[in-house]
């Protein structure tokens, strides 16, 4: 678990804008702070920049692809212990193996879950409750 200042709560890394809008509206509404970004290049901008508590990065991307982020991201040192969650909608299978493979923190299925597995799983990186 992180144990440094986190300028904001989550950095969503997403191409589509709507799952980007949805999510904000989510994380705002329960008061984290939250800041959303259409690519990996971006990510990695605002990365150099700014210490989210969690980031949760789409797998399917142009350009770089959330493995290919989170490669990027494990290879920075300023951001040893950084929380990555794939967020995707591949099937479940799917993007559990990527995540196992690629070192990912955690997942998240694209419009399966509850508001309250978003929550939890920020609570848990961020150390709210």
Known sequence: M???????DVLLVDDDIETCALMLRILQARKFTAECVHSGIEALSVLGDK???????????P????PDVLRLIRNDPSNKGLPVVFHSALDAYEL????VEHGA???LLKGRYEVSDVVAVVNRWTHRS
């Open 105 to 107: 923190d955690g997942t």
């Open 51 to 61: 210490r989210p508590g969690v980031v949760f990065l789409d797998i399917s991307m």
């Open 2 to 8: 992180p144990s440094f200042h986190c300028d904001v």
């Open 96 to 99: 559990n193996s990527l995540a």
């Open 63 to 66: 350009g770089l692809s959330g």
